[in-house]
């Protein structure tokens, strides 16, 4: 499964956004919290676990 | 080939041909001397030490620092006689030599440079942080790569890196630069930045990130270009050109990446956040909610105040009112008919009394 790791980071970003504006509702809140906590927990382990992929070209830039 | 009558022209070309086999390369120290430019294109100086001196030539194009008289160089080339007789060496390449000239081309470059606008703040462009995909130009056995790659694998994953294996010093690596530079401006799935690194060293080996091409390059690139080249005291032209500047591979990864651990921390951070707004907003709902059931309260005990006011203004009036008050009063209540010698019933407050008429006034 590929891993968007800044998606989720912005998904994140975005709840905390709702939680600081003035359009604020218990019921929502506590939904929008239980999703923003499991978020955070994906993140975290993504986090953990991602590694980069490094590929070195072939090509040959000794000559034109 | 003494018996062997030659031409002119067949005996220029036979030393040249044994010139070429002897002597492909020469790379000679020198100062320069008599430099000169002609009709735009060639460059003509002389290259000279305490004792002799030597014709150099070559092209506009293969001169990638600026020189002058005086200053001391190093002279790439293939020597050869002209047809008239003269010796020269064609130049391939001219480096400056020691501390002292590698400063003034770098000086005279950077103020060249400068005033085409090249380094402009205007011009950097910022890269995406944390990138998805970097392009690195480096050699991959050199520390200063290791280093990157390590440092970035530590801090942030999930990013794709392209590596284009160069040579980061001697005379060609500013020509493979530009091909890498090149090449990966070219490609159709573009990388986020692409990143110009290798670790330190003298004066000299880093004399290759102040190549006027390679500067230019770096300035025209379409993605955004990271240098990050030697130690921090070091500055390139290559530097001054880049959107970015490290001052080393390891700074460059700091830069590009952020550390995942700080990033645990401060989803960690935004979580207890959305948990004290939460908590600082209901709160604040209970205290209105309490505001709101307090109102209500003094407004109901408010009207019971009032009732019971009421209800004891009516008591006091009944009371008044209230014929066994009266009697307490020392009043008496007399009912019959009001007749001589007629039986009436009399009532005090303790006593009722029968009682006969004797005399009407």
């Not at chain 1, 989720?8 to 604020?24: H, Q």
């Not at chain 1, 506590?30 to 978020?39: D, M, V």
């Not at chain 2, 530009?178 to 004066?203: F, K, M, Q, T």
Request: with cysteine; aromatic share 6%.
């Amino acid at each position: 499964m590929k891993v968007n790791l800044q998606k989720e980071i912005e998904e994140l970003n975005k709840i905390v956004e709702w939680f600081e504006s003035s359009d604020f509702d218990v019921n929502e809140a506590i939904e929008k919290y239980k999703s923003a906590e499991k978020l955070a927990k994906k993140i975290n382990s993504d986090l953990k676990q991602l590694k980069n992929e490094v590929t070195v070209l072939e090509e040959n830039f000794e000559k034109d | 080939m003494k018996d062997q009558v030659l031409t002119v022209s067949d005996f220029i070309a036979l030393t040249n041909q044994t010139l070429e086999y002897a002597y492909p390369t020469v790379t000679i120290e020198g100062e320069i001397n008599s430099f000169k430019v002609n009709s735009g294109k060639y460059v003509f100086f002389d290259l000279k030490d305490n004792e002799s001196s030597i014709n150099c030539f070559m092209t506009i194009w293969q001169l990638r620092n600026p020189i002058q008289d005086g200053m001391k160089v190093i002279v790439v080339g293939t020597p050869k006689l002209t047809k008239w007789g003269k010796f020269s060496l064609t130049v391939r390449n001219v480096s400056p030599s020691g501390e002292g000239a590698i400063k003034k081309s770098f000086e005279i470059l950077k103020a060249k440079l400068t005033a085409e606008g090249l380094f402009d703040e205007s011009r950097k462009r910022s890269i995406p942080y944390p990138p998805t995909s970097i392009a690195v130009i480096s050699s991959i056995q050199s520390a200063g790569y290791i280093d990157f790659v390590t440092i970035l694998n530590e801090r942030w994953g999930g990013v794709k890196i392209l590596t284009a294996n160069v040579q980061v010093q001697g005379a060609s690596a500013a020509d493979q630069i530009i091909r890498a530079l090149r090449h990966l401006n070219s490609l159709s799935d573009s990388p986020e930045v692409i990143a110009i690194l290798r670790g330190g060293g003298s004066a000299e080996d880093l004399s290759v990130f102040n190549d006027e091409l390679l500067v230019r390059e770096i300035a025209i690139s379409r993605i955004p270009v990271l240098v990050g080249v030697g130690h921090e005291i070091d500055e390139s032209l290559a530097d001054l050109a880049a959107d970015v500047r490290a001052s080393t591979p390891s700074n460059a990864a700091q830069i590009l990446v952020p550390n995942r651990f700080d990033a645990m921390r401060n989803v960690e951070y935004r979580i207890e956040s959305i948990r004290n707004i939460m908590s600082g907003r209901i709160d604040y709902i209970i205290s209105e909610n309490n505001k709101i059931l307090s109102g209500i309260l003094n407004k109901i005990a408010l009207r019971l105040e009032n009732l019971e006011n009421k209800i004891s203004s009516l008591t006091s009036i009944l009371n008044a009112f209230n014929p066994k008050k009266v009697l307490e009063r020392g009043y008496a209540i007399i009912t019959g008919k009001i007749n001589i010698n007629e039986s009436i019933s009399i009532r005090t407050d303790k006593n009722n009394i029968k009682a006969i008429i004797k005399e009407i006034l």
